[in-house]
């Protein structure tokens, strides 16, 4: 009877601790992505429903310049007013241009700004880039992770800031033009010479949803010691979380992206080149980098709640230490 007891006992324990694991990780499962988000007006929904239209045939690659790309410019645009997000400037267009062999294009970054709590005139500058490679006849390369995942990760994060306020003022970045040399970030920093020095930190996202198989969520920093305490740092690296967040990113198998170099492979490279210290998280490349595959059927759903869960929770700390 006492055995009887003790594994009834042992039962429940492992039960308790079954459910307290599963509501920490429940994002964490792979392999049970129709069970998932089933909340009517959940974050995790919502953040799932940005990434789905933004990567949607609608928007036809969301290539700079094109009506696609505008679409995608006007949808941010409505999600920062439904939000009562301010723009950083009188509009939250903020236009550029540039020539090509044949023709002149012009892009547009969507810039939003939420008022810090303590440190109004310091800011944490948050940056995705929307645009994408566009389309080659009745190929459209949807970019779903490339870089749908950071913009609808970044809207998602506007809507939670907006609702409880960093310390630092943050500045919303959504580029244009990334794909293309960084035209976007570039224009943004053309554009705000005041704004430089008062810029603390930059953290990009791009690249946060992965393939099927992605397992890890990756990140590089530089300058990062400028501004938080060594022990900060290393207190950061060292969160546990229920995907794993690891420094650095693998070297490429393909041919065409053997010598990567990360610091400058996405929009926080301006920011790095202006000594401004960044923190950049994405997965790296994948097999459906830059490929029609780089669909919303093809990302890691669950990873990708995870990942954006993870990041929200080092802006938070960062905020709260530098």
């Known amino acids: 009877?006492?055995?009887?007891?003790?594994?009834?006992?042992?039962?429940?324990?492992?039960?308790?601790?079954?459910?307290?694991?599963?509501?920490?990780?429940?994002?964490?499962?792979?392999?049970?992505?129709?069970?998932?988000?089933?909340?009517?007006?959940?974050?995790?929904?919502?953040?799932?429903?940005?990434?789905?239209?933004?990567?949607?045939?609608?928007l036809n690659g969301r290539r700079i310049g094109t009506a696609g790309g505008k679409l995608a410019q006007d949808y941010i645009v409505r999600?920062?007013?439904?939000?009562?997000?301010?723009?950083?400037?009188?509009?939250?267009l903020s236009a550029f241009s540039f020539n090509s062999l044949f023709k002149s294009t012009q892009g547009h970054n969507v810039v939003g700004y939420i008022k810090g709590t303590e440190f109004p005139n310091s800011?944490?500058?948050?940056?995705?880039?929307?645009?994408?490679i566009g389309s080659q006849g009745s190929k459209i390369f949807n970019g779903a992770d490339?870089?749908?995942?950071?913009t609808a990760a970044l809207l998602y994060y506007a809507k939670r800031l907006k609702e409880s306020p960093l310390r630092y003022s943050v500045v919303l970045l959504f580029t244009d033009?990334?794909?293309?040399?960084?035209?976007?970030?570039?224009?943004f920093v053309k554009q705000n010479p005041q704004l430089?020095?008062?810029?603390?930190?930059?953290?990009?996202?791009?690249?946060?949803?992965?393939?099927?198989?992605?397992?890890?969520?990756?990140?590089?920093?530089?300058?990062?010691?400028?501004?938080?305490?060594?022990?900060?740092?290393?207190?950061?690296?060292?969160?546990a979380y229920p995907i794993q967040l690891k420094s650095g990113?693998?070297?490429?198998?393909?041919?065409?992206?053997?010598?990567?170099?990360?610091?400058?492979?996405?929009?926080?490279?301006?920011?790095?080149?202006?000594?401004?210290?960044?923190?950049?998280?994405?997965?790296?490349n994948h097999k459906n980098y830059h490929q029609t595959t780089d669909s919303y059927e093809n990302i890691n759903q669950a990873f990708f709640i995870a990942a954006v869960a993870v990041i929200y929770h080092q802006i938070g700390f960062i905020d709260r230490n530098l």
């Open 79 to 92: 999600q920062l007013q439904f939000d009562n997000i301010k723009p950083l400037a009188k509009n939250y």
């Open 146 to 150: 490339d870089n749908a995942s950071g």
């Open 123 to 132: 800011f944490i500058v948050l940056s995705a880039h929307f645009d994408h």
């Open 1 to 58: 009877m006492r055995q009887f007891i003790a594994m009834i006992s042992l039962k429940s324990y492992l039960v308790i601790i079954l459910i307290v694991f599963s509501s920490a990780c429940s994002i964490a499962n792979h392999t049970e992505k129709s069970r998932l988000y089933k909340l009517n007006n959940a974050p995790d929904e919502l953040v799932l429903k940005h990434l789905h239209y933004l990567s949607s045939d609608a």
């Open 196 to 239: 430089l020095s008062n810029i603390v930190l930059n953290i990009n996202l791009d690249m946060i949803a992965g393939a099927a198989n992605t397992k890890h969520l990756r990140y590089i920093s530089r300058g990062l010691d400028k501004v938080l305490a060594r022990d900060k740092i290393l207190a950061l690296q060292q969160q």
């Open 249 to 284: 990113f693998r070297p490429s198998n393909r041919r065409d992206q053997k010598n990567i170099k990360w610091e400058i492979s996405s929009d926080h490279g301006v920011f790095y080149r202006q000594k401004i210290p960044f923190i950049y998280y994405g997965v790296g």
């Open 177 to 187: 033009g990334e794909e293309l040399n960084l035209k976007g970030a570039n224009a």
